[in-house]
């Protein structure tokens, strides 16, 4: 029994990192020079005004690659309607946050270095894993939707109506990808379309979206615009074909470690303390 308090102590940790991110209200709106230096009129609250102390060293320290894959997944979780209003720096500071408690936690429950660390990681990783499954399944979601919504704008260019214009009816379509044009469109007020669906799709990090953005510059520059944008569609509907009959034959090398993990490991772990635990116990005796 003495060894489970451990288990139960990390288990009731993680607990509470869970309901406090899935249960806390969202706080307003605030990007990272507003965290820093917040504008008149905008005052953070809750998460972000507790963990603003720890902006200006996360924005100083946390390397660039770092910030960038927090950046992305912000952009698709914010997408599917999560994490509204956070910026990239103020989700590290909750990963650092979560982590320097886990190690208080693990230092005061336990006391030993090895476990303190686990539940300091498991503070520091938990966000990051929350936020991320909801990037990952947004991001495939889109993908899918994409090949479906060029198809639907090159059927509009194909009445004879202009490239932007046929971006903007479709905009209404209720999808993800419709969704993005439409926050593009919010975005683009008083500014070129192609060139803000280029710095959105930049900012998505999603080569399908940054292939798309840049080759709508191509056409819009070209004669034949009803071909090239058949063409196009056309052609992301081959890329993501290709990429999902790829994804398909890998399944099945992806599922053996998590086969692993949940049945075989489980089964070995039972064994060996079945057989070990007696062993210990008359060695303990002799």
Do not use: C
Not at 112 to 128: K, M, N, S
Not at 145 to 173: D, F, G, H, I, K
Not at 201 to 214: N, R
Request: a positive charge; proline letters at 5%.
């Amino acid at each position: 029994m003495t060894a489970l308090i451990p288990l139960i102590g990390i288990g009731v940790f993680a607990l509470i990192i869970y309901l406090k991110l899935e249960l806390a209200p969202a706080a307003p709106t605030g990007r990272l020079a507003e965290t820093l230096t917040p504008a008149d009129g905008i005052v953070l609250t809750g998460w972000r005004r507790s963990l603003s102390v720890l902006d200006k060293p996360v924005s100083k320290w946390s390397p660039a690659g770092f910030v960038r894959k927090a950046r992305a997944d912000l952009y698709w979780a914010q997408l599917a309607g999560k994490w509204m209003d956070w910026n990239d720096v103020q989700f590290i500071s909750l990963r650092v946050a979560a982590a320097i408690g886990g190690a208080i936690v693990g230092t005061v429950v336990f006391g030993e270095p090895v476990l303190t660390l686990v539940v300091a990681l498991i503070g520091f990783q938990y966000p990051a894993m929350a936020m991320g499954g909801i990037a990952r399944r947004t991001r495939r979601q889109f993908t899918a939707q994409l090949p479906e919504y060029v198809q639907l704008v090159s059927a509009q260019m194909s009445a004879n109506v202009s490239m932007e214009e046929a971006l903007r009816r479709t905009s209404q379509a209720q999808s993800l990808a419709g969704k993005w044009m439409r926050k593009v469109l919010q975005m683009a007020q008083g500014r070129d379309l192609v060139e803000q669906m280029q710095r959105e799709a930049q900012e998505s990090q999603l080569p399908e979206l940054i292939g798309m953005a840049v080759q709508l510059e191509f056409i819009r520059r070209g004669t034949a615009q009803q071909e090239l944008m058949g063409q196009l569609a056309t052609s992301i509907a081959a890329d993501y074909i290709g990429n999902a009959e790829q994804r398909a034959e890998k399944i099945g090398s992806e599922l053996v470690i998590p086969m692993v993990i949940f049945y075989f490991l489980p089964f070995m772990v039972t064994l060996l303390i079945v057989i070990g635990w007696p062993i210990v116990q008359n060695l303990g005796g002799m």
